[in-house]
């Protein structure tokens, strides 16, 4: 279905034109979230039909006290494709975009698919959400999204990271006997990896909004539907680890942005793919290095799931070491952006590091800071008298 989305892209302008961010020398189209979500049904359809006529067992059950209502979780998913899809067309601003997210997750939630009890790690009983399951939920799916979405800079990153990690997601789900999630899982697996021959470096097509929503929305429902109703602190950890990269390229992009004094949302260059590509590594290369770091993250959280509790810390404490290292190798959370009063135009503007205002304000801000520091390490009131 690759190259029926790369004329449907090219039809309706869904094209991606080369710009002072984009890695992409010539006009490549950006739906190839058709294909995937074309494969995502096609699976769907399968084991229907399997079900129905060739004895296969119903994945679709309700298990360990979570009830998914599944018509409501596919209208999840068409609404998830739709808001990336209008957006690969019309470009849609920040908030609509979020709408569209928050309006998938809560049909998601309305479904059944909500974080249930959390098994106390501090001593005996649960931590019952209640209500704030719901809000939790929302916030977690949506933050899933996301960082696919931010992720999704090089050819064939977000969509070789997400097949990497929903196989390793589909060995957890069938060892559990979690048969939705496996399902739902292996279909991901199969429509990415089937995606990669057109989306891997030189890329014919991209994933676009339409497939990079999807994708994410995929892996956070598949994350859910692998937990019960009561679910241990690892099992919750798991999934995280597994998509480790995204949320440390996500969460180092906000601690950059803050650094630098510019919003959280404004774009930048400073992104794990975009460090790589500034050591040295041409794109292939730089793919290859998240490829390899996501297949240790993710036998890693295989291994936790397998062995007892003090291995299970150490492995979790090898991982984030070396995931740490990386991060401090490529500078992550140095600033790329900064704002700049420009005298001329009496405007403020954005500066890179190419530019000699980067460094006058970037200075200028160590100042401040200190003097803040200062400031607040000596102010009077920061002291209790001996009254």
């Known amino acids: 279905m690759t190259p029926v989305a790369k004329r449907i892209a090219q ?21 190839g979230g058709i294909a995937i ?38 209208l999840s998913f068409i609404t998830i494709f739709a808001t990336g899809a209008i957006d690969d067309v019309y470009q849609l601003k920040p908030l609509p975009k979020l709408v569209g997210q928050i309006i998938a997750a809560v049909l998601a939630s309305a479904g059944g698919l909500v974080i249930g009890n959390i098994v106390n790690p501090f001593g005996p009983g649960e931590l019952v959400l209640g209500w704030l399951a719901y809000p939790v939920t929302i916030i977690y799916l949506v933050a899933y999204v996301n960082i696919i979405n931010l992720i999704d800079g090089l050819d064939g ?33 199969g429509a990415t990896l089937g995606f990669l021959p057109y989306n891997f470096n030189p890329a014919s097509i991209f994933l676009g909004d339409s497939g990079s929503l999807t994708l994410g929305f995929a892996l956070g429902t598949i994350s859910l539907l692998n937990v019960t109703r009561i679910a241990g602190l690892t099992t919750i950890i798991v999934p995280l680890i597994v998509a480790g990269i995204p949320i440390i390229d996500t969460f180092s992009a906000i601690v950059r942005r803050r650094r630098a004094h510019v919003s959280a949302t404004q774009a930048d260059k400073g992104h794990i793919h975009h ?33 007892s509790l003090w291995p299970r810390i150490a492995i979790f404490v090898v991982l984030g070491v070396a995931s740490f290292t990386f991060t401090v190798r490529l500078h992550l959370f140095e600033p790329v952006l900064r704002h700049h009063f420009d005298p001329k135009t009496g405007k403020d503007t954005l500066v890179t590091p190419d530019d000699p205002a980067f460094q006058e304000e970037t200075e200028r801000a160590e100042q401040i800071s200190a003097e803040r520091h200062h400031l607040g390490t000596h102010n009077p009131l920061n002291h209790k008298s001996d009254d």
């Open 37 to 74: 979500g074309i494969a995502l049904l096609a699976g769907f359809l399968v084991q229907i039909l399997g079900t129905q006529f060739l004895d296969w067992p119903s994945v679709f059950i309700p298990r360990s006290g979570l009830v998914v209502n599944y018509p409501l979780l596919f």
């Open 157 to 189: 990153l977000a969509s070789g990271i997400t097949c990497i990690a929903s196989f390793t997601m589909f060995i957890l789900a069938f060892t559990a006997g979690r048969l939705d999630a496996a399902c739902l899982a292996i279909a991901l697996a």
């Open 11 to 31: 039809r309706l302008g869904a094209v991606d034109k080369p710009s002072g961010r984009r890695i992409n020398k010539t006009t490549v189209p950006r739906m």
């Open 275 to 307: 460090r790589l590509i500034d050591e040295g590594f041409n794109q292939k290369q730089a793919v290859l290095f998240i490829y390899l770091w996501t297949i240790m993250l993710s036998v890693g959280a295989i291994i936790m799931t397998q062995v």
